[in-house]
């Protein structure tokens, strides 16, 4: 695809439930990004692949948070038994690069958990 | 604590001024710089990177970098009302791939 995607784009969620969320990066970027964006803040970092291998996880929250890219295309978010806390934007970003440069960021899911 | 400042503004400036965004940095490791700029209910969109001390130019926009003092700033010339946004100013912690990213200045250029 010409960007990178994310699915989908609204996610309403009862506390507890599990919800996951998609990011279909930029065909052949090899970093992809999560991160978490709350009102009003700019976004902080939660997780980073090379290719299919998860090199960083330092920045999820708690163990409730899961993220894989199994063949190294397309990622997953997975947030189980969600709280109130975790209301926010997720943003997926991809770089073609290896590092952080030149990240091309998807639209984001806005997750609303009631 | 923070790694990156900005003020969260909102910073108004008359269409055709120069706007000036500025922001500060704790992690002296930190090598490279980033601006960002986010419409409302958008994703960021990378505007400038600079790596190096002193300015990078590109179009209207101007980035200058000085890590002795740990400061980034951004300089839009002949503002207009589509530069309306919010610009995060983000610099690549020690990890070397993670970004570092402040709040964000709103940024409002009246017509």
């Known amino acids: 695809g010409a960007g990178v995607s994310q699915s989908p784009r609204y996610k309403v969620a009862k506390r507890g439930q599990d919800v996951a969320l998609r990011c279909d990066p930029i065909?052949?970027?090899?970093?992809l990004f999560w991160y978490q964006q709350a009102l009003g803040q700019g976004p902080e970092f939660l997780t980073y692949?090379?290719?299919?291998?998860?090199?960083?996880k330092s920045g999820l929250p708690s163990d409730r948070f899961f993220a894989e890219r199994p063949e190294g295309s397309v990622s997953t978010l997975k947030i189980q038994r969600t709280q109130q806390e975790d209301s926010a934007v997720y943003l997926c970003?991809?770089?073609?690069?290896?590092?952080?440069?030149?990240?091309?960021f998807g639209s984001g899911t806005q997750l609303s958990v009631l | 604590q923070k790694e990156v400042e900005q003020n969260s503004g909102p910073l108004s400036v008359p269409e055709g001024a120069i706007a000036s965004l500025n922001c500060t940095y704790s992690d002296r490791g930190s090598q490279s710089f980033f601006w960002y700029r986010q419409y409302s209910g958008k994703s960021p969109e990378l505007i400038m990177s600079?790596?190096?001390?002193g300015d990078k130019e590109d179009g209207r926009f101007t980035a200058q970098l000085n890590k002795a003092s740990q400061y980034v700033s951004l300089l839009i010339r002949d503002s207009q009302p589509s530069d309306s946004a919010t610009y995060l100013c983000a610099a690549e912690g020690n990890s070397g791939y993670a970004l570092n990213f402040g709040k964000g200045t709103s940024l409002l250029v009246t017509p």
């Open positions: 692949f090379q290719n299919e291998a998860q090199l960083d």
């Open positions: 970003a991809s770089s073609f690069r290896t590092g952080g440069e030149k990240l091309f």
């Open positions: 065909s052949g970027h090899v970093s």
């Open positions: 600079i790596y190096s001390n």
